[in-house]
């Protein structure tokens, strides 16, 4: 059901990679609100991927633009607003990626030209975009930017590796950048720190399948779906969060405020049984193999 929550405005949205990609779902909400838009990811990910195909499902702009380029991002909102007639209302930052987490480096043994990359990629680049649109005056005020993190940040997860910095360095940059474009220009950014999502990023993070489990039995509300998470940030870009700013936005039904859970517990209890101990009827243990 549409409610028209961003007829009129206009958008960027960066990373929407295949149908699982969170931002391609964004993409679809945003065009039902009324949104039009550009899209844009990097020119590999562009000939690998689908992009293409969204764009001409909706019939929306296409630049390709790599988001660590700031030429390529000057580029890309200069574009942009020609392309859609006017300042942008509303920016997607859906953009991570480790070559340490391919490559299976462990954390304490990183690549360390890897982990500038990754760096760059998934954090770095926000605040490179936020520096184009400011110098060019690209954001109309009360704009709303809106880049997506994980409890990683905050937290430590096995295998999560160095994206964790990159999604604390993120956070930070929301907040330090929030401050500046909030006071000149009314415009607002928030990070929303994502249930675990089955994308083709999160995917390569190791024991992903046991970590979505987790986090199901840890949630009271269970995990969020890549199109409720849609669904947020498209209120994120509407007008009817003016006043929010600055904030890591948790959208994980509940998770980030759980200690343990009864699932858990008992999914936890379940995995302390031995299979090989049993007790005869004299209360005797025997080890079986």
């Known amino acids: 059901m549409s409610y028209q929550l961003l007829q009129g405005k206009r958008g960027i949205i960066f990373g929407a990679l295949n149908a699982d990609s969170i931002a391609w779902k964004v993409a679809e909400m945003a065009f039902e609100e009324g949104a039009t838009f550009t899209l844009t990811n990097t020119p590999v990910a562009l000939r690998m991927g689908d992009t293409p195909k969204l764009a001409e499902k909706l019939g929306l702009p296409l630049i390709g633009a790599d988001a660590t380029n700031v030429d390529d991002l000057r580029n890309l909102f200069t574009q942009s607003m020609e392309q859609l007639g006017g300042k942008i209302d509303f920016v997607l930052h859906s953009i991570g990626m480790s070559p340490n987490v391919r490559k299976g480096r462990h954390y304490s043994d990183l690549d360390y030209q890897m982990l500038e990359k990754t760096l760059d990629i998934s954090a770095i680049s926000l605040h490179k975009m936020l520096q184009v649109a400011r110098k060019l005056d690209a954001i109309n005020e009360w704009g709303s930017v809106v880049a997506l993190s994980y409890v990683a940040a905050?937290?430590?997860?096995?295998?999560?590796?160095?994206?964790?910095?990159?999604?604390?360095?993120?956070?930070?940059?929301?907040?330090?950048?929030?401050?500046?474009?909030?006071?000149?220009?009314?415009?607002?950014?928030?990070?929303?720190s994502q249930s675990p999502t089955i994308t083709t990023?999160?995917?390569?993070v190791k024991g992903f399948d046991?970590?979505?489990?987790?986090?199901e039995r840890m949630s009271p509300l269970g995990n969020a779906t890549g199109d409720e998470c849609a669904t947020y940030c498209i209120t994120l870009f509407s007008d009817l969060t003016r006043k929010v700013t600055m904030q890591n936005l948790y959208h994980d039904g509940g998770f980030s405020s759980m200690g343990m859970s009864l699932s858990a517990l008992q999914q936890y209890e379940k995995g302390m049984e031995c299979p090989c101990e049993k007790t005869d009827s004299q209360g005797d243990q025997h080890l079986y193999d």
Request: charged fraction near 25%; avoid cysteine; proline fraction near 0%.
């Open 210 to 215: 046991k970590l979505l489990d987790f986090a």
């Open 201 to 204: 990023a999160g995917s390569g």
């Open 154 to 192: 905050q937290r430590t997860f096995y295998g999560y590796n160095d994206m964790a910095d990159a999604k604390a360095l993120l956070e930070s940059i929301t907040r330090s950048f929030g401050y500046i474009y909030g006071m000149e220009r009314k415009v607002r950014i928030n990070t929303v």
